[in-house]
């Protein structure tokens, strides 16, 4: 099997494993917070992490070196993971999952001052035509314009921002680690943010499946994803992940009958393109 048709495969996880955690989302934010559903999936996620790592003799590599920055890297990440749920569960699925492709294009923005990397004239143009696709999925106006919309768009941003802190971290790192980390100190903040008004909900007995579907497809989402990047290049693995779109506003009809809206397909592709140039022209 070639090195692509791997990364394929590896892909085709991810995709599921994207849309599987909408679902699951939708179905738990019905009995819990967006600050509960991440406490009880960063806890789980912590449990596995930590598992992986003793059992494949790795825990040594968790130490506290640059501690700061995993502590920015994964405010960034609470943040917007929170306004994924919390969008996940008031507006189509197809509109969250196109406004989190924007993610990339923040990636442009926030660079220069996290990375010290220069805004080049493509890196340019890409935002800029990113810009328009957000345009055309949100259509902001009094009327359309809704708290859900909002956070999916700033959810975007936090993974952008959870992205270039990470990119500095690689540098000295190991991706286990950073893993430890992310599911060590998100669990912590859930904590204080779930139980900041004192009442903390225990998952129901039927939730708590959904929960750990969570917390089980956000960390196979992740690892399918970075191995595919590693077996083929950006350009071969990123429009695989688009297909989470079409995915998703699929399962959106058929589990919420939510409409299929063409703007919303316009505007992820318009989305899309801007990225794929930006990879393109990155990797010539």
């Known amino acids: 099997m070639s090195q692509t048709l791997q990364a394929v495969l590896w892909?085709?996880?991810?995709?599921?494993s994207f849309?599987?955690?909408?679902?699951?989302g939708r179905a738990v934010s019905l009995d819990l917070d967006t600050f509960e559903i991440m406490l009880y999936r960063s806890i789980i996620g912590a449990i596995i992490v930590t598992s992986v790592l003793m059992a494949t003799g790795k825990l040594s590599q968790v130490n506290r070196d640059r501690f700061g920055l995993h502590v920015a890297r994964n405010i960034s990440h609470f943040a917007g993971q929170n306004c994924w749920f919390f969008a996940v569960a008031t507006?189509?699925?197809a509109q969250v999952f196109a406004l989190e492709f924007t993610s990339p294009l923040w990636v442009?923005?926030?660079s220069p001052l996290v990375l010290g990397e220069r805004i080049t004239t493509t890196r340019a143009i890409a935002a800029g035509i990113g810009f328009i696709g957000i345009l055309v999925?949100?259509?902001p106006t009094p009327e359309t314009l809704s708290p859900g919309l909002v956070a999916a768009l700033l959810a975007g941003i936090g993974f952008a921002g959870s992205a270039v802190f990470t990119r500095r971290l690689t540098r000295t790192a190991s991706t286990?680690?950073?893993?430890f980390?992310?599911?060590v100190m998100q669990a912590v903040f859930g904590l204080v943010c779930a139980g900041i008004d004192g009442d903390i909900a225990l998952p129901a007995t039927t939730t708590w499946p959904w929960v750990a579907l969570i917390a089980v497809a956000g960390l196979v989402a992740h690892f399918c994803l970075t191995t595919a990047l590693r077996l083929a290049p950006a350009p071969v693995v990123m429009p695989i992940d688009f297909a989470r779109l079409p995915l998703v506003a699929v399962v959106g009809m058929l589990l919420y009958a939510e409409a299929l809206d063409p703007f919303v397909f316009l505007g992820a592709a318009i989305i899309f393109g801007a990225n794929y140039f930006n990879i393109l022209r990155e990797t010539r």
């Not at 892909?11 to 599921?16: E, L, Q």
């Not at 286990?176 to 893993?179: A, V």
């Open 19 to 24: 849309t599987s955690m909408a679902v699951a």
């Open 176 to 179: 286990g680690c950073i893993l």
């Open 108 to 110: 442009i923005l926030l």
């Open 11 to 16: 892909m085709t996880g991810a995709v599921v």
């Open 91 to 93: 507006i189509p699925l």
């Open 181 to 183: 980390w992310l599911t």
């Open 137 to 139: 999925v949100a259509r």
